[in-house]
């Protein structure tokens, strides 16, 4: 059963005609979308989508902007705590009192 058929089957099961609109390009549009919100690296996100112009990433890459963006908070007081929290995925902040500040999206 081609691609094709497997939607029209599937929208006509959840009886959502919108399901028909998909195609494997929305799958890398929407990746591309979120590692650029993610990292705000249109280089890296260049690498994973395996472009070899930064103009063609631009084309897949939607600048959105998230409402109600939620992060954990963490500060770090040591330097074992920073490496902690940076190999966790949280991103620095700033500096203040002497503390480090991360966060992480939700």
């Known amino acids: 059963m081609s691609a094709r058929a497997q939607r029209k089957k599937i ?4 009886k959502n005609p919108r399901l ?3 195609h494997f390009h929305t799958f890398r549009h929407w990746k591309a979308t ?3 919100h993610k990292t705000k690296d249109l280089l ?3 690498q994973l ?3 070899k112009n930064v103009n063609n990433t631009m084309l897949y890459t939607q600048l959105i902007h998230f409402e109600g963006d939620e992060y954990h908070v963490k500060v770090a007081k040591t330097l074992e705590e920073v490496k902690e929290l940076l ?3 949280f991103e ?3 500096d203040h009192d002497g503390f480090s500040v991360f966060r992480k999206r939700k």
């Open 11 to 14: 929208a006509q099961k959840l």
């Open 20 to 22: 028909m609109k998909i």
């Open 34 to 36: 979120m590692e650029y």
């Open 44 to 46: 890296h996100v260049k």
């Open 49 to 51: 989508l395996g472009h």
């Open 87 to 89: 190999a966790a995925g």
């Open 92 to 94: 620095y902040v700033k």
